[in-house]
């Protein structure tokens, strides 16, 4: 049998990838925010690329005023084509929109590959036109690989999906830490550890953590954006916000010296799907306990894993229960932080996610 070549893979963020991909280089975050790149490499069997993120920013003005993101980068990509087989896009519809209507009037025939955290388009509409509308749309690309077995699954009900053909370009990935990069940052020095933590941005309840900690001595540091600053009258004296940038290598020196990682969520039920996961990364690779807010889209379960308690949706009671049983029980504390490193060898890093995403690359058909 003919050996096939080595697929080229191009791929497109929403952000500077170059710039993550540079601080992977520098040894200031890890390579999981280069969605599969490095390990992808290592393992030799595909080439990866990494296409400029803005070269023209006027032509990005112009999509925001037709509601078509990324699409100075979209333009360029029309005329790239015979520099690469296969498009990676990590962020799916946000950096494909136009390419997809495209592929839909069939005037663009590079296969796109992208992975799926959240509900896609109207999928969880109740109105069957839009649903079917949705479901055009996703399969116009090669490879769809779902970051959550349940989103996945919750997908293929809503839209009905049973042709064998459309079922063969689904996969599975969990996205997962860098499993080199966090050996250098990881500490056990348990008597430094005197403060909880919580960051992040994407659908964060921060009143409700700050209302569970108005009721307790512990101290809370928030570190969010601008945008995701929670609105409160009086903040606690034992709560601080820092909602300036702060560079990862920074936060994770906070992180070390957190007691645990909380991460409150609050979303919509139609638009429940991996959130909440990104922070679930730095709970296992820096093995620190967690408290989270319930999500049954996420394929880690911290509560049944081991590693963390859970939580619901803007229940302040039920995060003063847990936070002080994380704080009293040491015994439990040092036993979730067991947990989190197992599951992070097992089950939840950037080698095992490389090695889904390369089986979904490797049987998409090139043209």
């Not at 032509?59 to 015979?82: A, E, F, W």
């Not at 919580?198 to 108005?214: K, P, Q």
């Not at 570190?223 to 936060?251: Q, R």
């Not at 880690?300 to 939580?311: L, Q, S, Y």
Request: proline fraction near 4%; include cysteine; aromatic fraction near 10%.
């Amino acid at each position: 049998m003919e050996e096939r070549e080595k697929p080229r893979l191009l791929l497109v963020n929403n952000y500077s990838m170059e710039n993550a991909y540079a601080l992977w280089q520098q040894g200031k975050s890890g390579s999981h925010h280069v969605w599969g790149k490095v390990e992808l490499e290592r393992r030799g069997n595909v080439e990866v690329k990494i296409f400029q993120h803005e070269k023209y920013s006027f032509l990005n003005r112009i999509g925001s005023l037709l509601k078509v993101k990324h699409l100075d980068q979209q333009l360029r990509l029309l005329n790239y084509g015979k520099h690469f087989d296969i498009l990676y896009a990590p962020y799916s519809w946000s950096n494909t929109r136009l390419l997809i209507v495209l592929k839909l009037l069939g005037l663009y025939r590079k296969p796109i590959l992208v992975t799926i955290h959240q509900p896609f388009m109207k999928m969880n509409s109740s109105n069957s036109f839009l649903r079917w509308v949705s479901k055009q749309f996703l399969f116009q690309y090669d490879g769809i690989v779902f970051l959550s077995e349940k989103l996945k699954e919750h997908t293929i009900r809503a839209l009905n999906i049973t042709k064998k053909s459309d079922l063969a370009k689904i996969d599975t990935a969990q996205w997962g830490p860098d499993t080199k990069f966090y050996d250098k940052v990881v500490s056990n020095e348990e008597d430094a550890l005197t403060y909880f933590i919580s960051a992040g941005h994407t659908a964060r309840d921060y009143v409700t953590l700050i209302e569970a900690f108005r009721k307790m001595d512990h101290q809370l540091r928030i570190f969010c954006t601008p945008s995701s600053k929670p609105v409160v009258k009086d903040l606690p004296s034992n709560v601080t916000i820092n909602a300036s940038f702060i560079p990862y290598e920074e936060l994770l020196k906070f992180y070390k010296e957190s007691i645990a990682i909380l991460i409150p969520l609050k979303y919509p039920d139609s638009q429940e799907g991996c959130q909440g996961m990104t922070s679930l990364q730095d709970v296992v690779a820096l093995g620190k306990p967690t408290v989270i807010t319930e999500n049954p889209m996420i394929n880690i379960d911290a509560a049944k894993e081991g590693f963390g308690i859970t939580v619901g949706k803007g229940d302040v009671n039920g995060w003063v229960e847990a936070v002080e049983l994380l704080a009293k029980d040491k015994r439990m504390f040092r036993k979730m932080s067991d947990q989190a490193n197992r599951v992070y060898l097992q089950k939840f890093n950037s080698e095992l996610f490389a090695e889904k995403l390369e089986k979904a690359v490797l049987k998409i058909r090139l043209r």
